[in-house]
């Protein structure tokens, strides 16, 4: 099993920062990818931003330019800076971290709350 915890999140103005982090433990397999996804009321859980192992990432239209993904292998953890937060930023944040064997296998987070005030 693998498990992700969270830390972060909180109230903040428009304009302000925020740094996300996850840890993961357990049964990781080398080659992952980890990411955050954010789930606003009423709408569906959505990829923020994601990196992999050798450092590949992705990102939301939306965030480009403002949000920050990273990781540090030896402490599987990932990061995610948010720089100029809006308030169509207030979602929870979930930390995600995938690999295959066979199939794909996802794990989650428990969520941290990002609520941008305007």
């Known amino acids: 099993q693998v498990q992700l915890v969270e830390s972060g999140g909180g109230l903040v103005q428009a304009g302000d920062s925020l740094r996300l982090s996850c840890a993961a433990s357990?049964?990781?397999?080398?080659?992952?990818?980890m990411g955050w996804y954010r789930q606003a009321p009423g709408s569906q859980r959505e990829l923020v931003a994601s990196?992999?192992?050798?450092?590949?990432?992705t990102y939301a239209d939306s965030v480009k330019g403002r949000f920050t993904i990273s990781r540090d292998n030896a402490k599987n953890t990932v990061y995610l800076q948010l720089n100029s937060l809006k308030p169509e930023d207030t979602a929870v944040y979930y930390c995600?971290?995938?690999?295959?064997?066979?199939?794909?296998?996802?794990?989650w987070g428990q969520g941290t709350q990002v609520t941008v005030s305007a």
């Open positions: 995600n971290l995938w690999f295959v064997i066979l199939t794909r296998r996802d794990y």
């Open positions: 357990g049964n990781i397999f080398g080659s992952n990818t």
């Open positions: 990196i992999t192992r050798s450092g590949t990432t």
